[in-house]
């Protein structure tokens, strides 16, 4: 983390080490900026409210997230557990910070990666299918994963294993074929799955759902991950048009925090985009790290140690370990299986933990 400096990632402050009851136990401590909320509990204020969040604010912290992947991205850096708990928010600016990082690897090609990793609801398929050499586009899938979520008010793939989140994928995106599975892992033997039918993206969302919104989560949640799109490809997309336009403000009348100050680290991706990630009257927009002083933010932000943001609930805890080693019997039950479509959940946000690590 002291190698990251970017505006949509918390900044490490200090670190120190501690030892514990025994001499051998020792814990690393971190200690970062304070930021007040997180993407989870924020969306569950809207759910318990029978509501779903704001378009503008799915924007904006969409955009946000998509920002500080494409500069992880951009050093070879993978999250690996990106999920709305890790997604950290400053409610009066509209400030979006990726944090814990307790999961993330810099990748090598043809060096072998663990596939047990990324928490259930928003892992991506290869992983699922045992991959050891995927690429950074398992952050882009998660990605994908919050964003419908945000569009629904739940998890769009709620499995119960990793058996049953292959499951929950299948209902919507249909049965994977024979090029995508040896794609996804070409060492996965097992191919013994019903064919399903894609479910059409516009049956799962909401009837009033923005046709470009459906079709961004359509880009991003691919089988094939070099279909997925990049973070800044993402963030070119029209759905994000509306943050481009003069006089667009937050809800409560403040001005958007700085979205167009991209360092060349972030450009050096893809400087083709440049001209779509702009806004076309932004002369006087500037193209290096902006100062958060822009928007208001306070110069001494006040820190606390390891806000590592909510730990995962049950149901998509990382812990679990079903595999597919074994013919996917459960797949059987897809016939005439529905995806989830119009939900109405409920769910208390989980405690903010302190974690020594």
Not at 128 to 148: E, H
Not at 266 to 277: F, G, H, V, Y
Request: neutral net charge.
């Amino acid at each position: 983390m002291r190698i990251l400096d970017h505006q949509n990632i918390v900044k490490l402050k200090y670190f120190f080490h501690a030892v514990g009851e025994r001499k051998e136990d020792v814990y690393l401590n971190l200690v970062l900026e304070f930021v007040p909320e997180t993407v989870y509990r924020v969306a569950r204020r809207y759910t318990r409210q029978k509501e779903t969040i704001p378009m503008i604010y799915a924007k904006l912290y969409m955009y946000q997230l998509f920002r500080s992947l494409a500069y992880i991205h951009s050093k070879g850096i993978c999250h690996r557990d990106i999920k709305p708990q890790n997604l950290l928010l400053d409610p009066s600016t509209g400030v979006l910070k990726l944090c814990d990082f307790g999961s993330a690897k810099a990748l090598v090609r043809g060096e072998p990666n663990v596939s047990y990793i990324c928490s259930r609801y928003y892992r991506a398929p290869e992983l699922i299918f045992g991959a050891v050499d995927y690429t950074c586009q398992i952050d882009v899938w998660s990605a994908g994963c919050v964003f419908a979520e945000l569009l629904l008010g739940q998890p769009i793939f709620p499995g119960e294993s990793g058996v049953d989140q292959l499951v929950e994928i299948i209902k919507v995106l249909g049965t994977p074929t024979h090029e995508q599975i040896r794609e996804m892992n070409p060492d996965y033997r097992e191919f013994k799955f019903p064919q399903i039918k894609a479910h059409p993206w516009s049956r799962v969302f909401r009837p009033r759902t923005p046709p470009d919104a459906i079709t961004l989560v359509s880009k991003l949640l691919d089988y094939t991950a070099s279909q997925r799109l990049r973070p800044l490809e993402a963030c070119a997309q029209p759905f994000f048009d509306e943050l481009r336009q003069e006089g667009t403000t937050l809800p409560n009348n403040r001005h958007l925090p700085p979205l167009f100050n991209f360092s060349a680290e972030e450009l050096s991706t893809n400087q083709e985009l440049l001209a779509k990630l702009l806004p076309h009257n932004s002369k006087t927009e500037r193209t290096t790290q902006g100062d958060s002083t822009d928007v208001g933010l306070p110069t001494d932000t006040p820190v606390t140690a390891n806000p590592t943001g909510e730990g995962s609930t049950r149901a998509h805890d990382s812990t679990d370990k079903t595999s597919l080693s074994d013919p996917v019997s459960k797949a059987v039950s897809l016939e005439g299986a529905q995806p989830l479509r119009n939900p109405d959940a409920t769910g208390e946000a989980a405690p903010v933990a302190v974690v020594n690590t």
